[in-house]
């Protein structure tokens, strides 16, 4: 099994009677040169790990919000080679563990055997293909961790007994556990289903449990983390560095709302 930096975050952050917080932020938005600086502001900020999302151009399971900034990522020439050269940057300055998010054709283009050994060289700690059957997932997972890469996959709502066994017999490091059904973006509100999901799929796998899409601010960031290991925010972090793109402050912009959202982490200690 991999030994990466995931397993000691959670450990950690259980230590700490917390959850851990998870961000998502599309690797070359607003700029590839400025994606290293966003994610020191998030480590600042509280954040302990970070997805690091390969633009695509046809993301089916992201909403409108992440949709853009692929769109502005891609324009700026980003692809999977220049997505590692900049978690090679970020890995030079920090030891925050870093998963790289992506869909599976950028992948294949790319070679899975090379993206296991270059990923591994830039720094990743493991992989999340949200596109990847896991039913079909043995040799792409043999191949990740011959490299000592982790290997997260999702289970939803909807996720069949089978698949929620496959999921946990396949995943290395966490779970995503997705809220609901549909694609990525801002709630007003926790979906019900979470709670289910969480206790379904602590009846087949001990490893933490992050529960992500939907989560946008610090309340819902302290619900999930009475039940969860982990909380996963992407779209409302996105949309931060959307709304303040050109502002040469946009690294502290982005700091306070990942503090502000990591207000919400810790658990009350029983009297």
């Known amino acids: 099994?991999?030994?990466?930096?995931?397993?000691?975050l959670f450990r950690r952050a259980r230590e700490e009677n917390r959850a851990a917080l998870v961000a998502y932020i599309t690797a070359g938005d607003?700029?590839?040169?400025?994606t290293p600086s966003l994610a020191a502001a998030l480590e600042r900020g509280g954040v302990d790990l970070i997805e690091l999302g390969v633009p695509f151009s046809d993301p089916i399971a992201d909403g409108p919000m992440i949709q853009r900034a692929s769109d502005r990522a891609l324009g700026h020439g980003m692809?999977?080679?220049r997505v590692l050269e900049i978690a090679r940057e970020i890995r030079a300055m920090s030891e925050i563990p870093l998963l790289l998010f992506t869909y599976l054709n950028p992948i294949l283009r790319y070679g899975l055997d090379k993206l296991a050994a270059d990923a591994a060289a830039a720094g990743i700690d493991g992989c999340l293909l949200t596109d990847?059957?896991?039913?079909?997932a043995g040799?792409?997972?043999g191949v990740m961790r011959a490299s000592g890469l982790d290997t997260v996959f999702l289970a939803a709502p909807t996720s069949t007994a089978e698949r929620r066994q496959l999921v946990a017999r396949y995943s290395t490091g966490f779970v995503y556990l997705v809220s609901r059904t549909g694609?990525?973006?801002?709630?007003a509100s926790?979906?019900?289903s979470a709670g289910a999901l969480v206790k379904a799929m602590r009846e087949v796998t001990k490893l933490p449990l992050a529960v992500g899409f939907g989560i946008s601010t610090r309340e819902q960031v302290a619900a999930v983390a009475r039940i969860a290991d982990g909380v996963v925010v992407g779209?409302?972090?996105?949309r931060v560095i959307e709304e303040h793109g050109e502002d040469p402050r946009l690294a502290g912009h982005v700091e306070a709302f990942a503090r502000e959202l990591a207000g919400g982490l810790r658990r009350e200690v029983p009297a």
């Open 79 to 81: 692809n999977v080679r």
């Open 183 to 187: 694609v990525t973006g801002e709630s």
């Open 235 to 238: 779209s409302a972090l996105v």
């Open 1 to 8: 099994m991999p030994s990466t930096r995931i397993p000691d």
């Open 30 to 34: 607003p700029t590839p040169e400025l």
């Open 132 to 136: 990847l059957s896991v039913e079909e």
């Open 190 to 192: 926790l979906s019900d």
């Open 139 to 141: 040799s792409y997972v």
